[in-house]
Nanobody, 123 residues
Framework: QVQLVESGGGLVQTGGSLRLSCAASGRTFSSNAMGWFRQGPVKEREFVAAISWSGGSTAYADSVKGRFTISRDNAKNTVYLQMNALKPEDTAVYYC????????????????WGQGTQVTVSS
């Protein structure tokens, strides 16, 4: 089992930045690929970014490429999402997720979820 706790959400103006953190506990963090997902108002949950166990591989949704950066610190059991140039359409609850296995894999493989943190971007 993996327990995940997100933090760092909040209210920011268009063009601003936020850094989300996700603290993991419960098992060997470095054995899990990690990801960030989001769910906006009246929208389904969607993939945002993912990172392999070592941090050597990353993947991003087209909508955030060039603006968001995912990273991890295995010594601190934490994964981060640096969000720059935020837009109103980035407004959502952001969820941290983990999957068994070292590689990024498929979205459907992410079975461990945090409780989410709200990000609101004002226009």
């Amino acid at each position: 089992q993996v327990q995940l706790v997100e933090s760092g959400g909040g209210l920011v103006q268009t063009g601003g930045s936020l850094r989300l953190s996700c603290a993991a506990s419960g098992r060997t963090f470095s054995s899990n690929a990690m990801g960030w997902f989001r769910q906006g108002p009246v929208k389904e949950r969607e993939f945002v970014a993912a990172i392999s166990w070592s941090g050597g591989s990353t993947a991003y949704a087209d909508s955030v490429k060039g603006r968001f950066t995912i990273s991890r610190d295995n010594a601190k059991n934490t994964v981060y999402l640096q969000m720059n140039a935020l837009k109103p359409e980035d407004t959502a609850v952001y969820y941290c997720a983990a999957k068994d296995g070292l590689r990024i894999g498929r979205v459907s493989e992410y079975g461990y979820w945090g409780q989410g943190t709200q990000v609101t971007v004002s226009s």
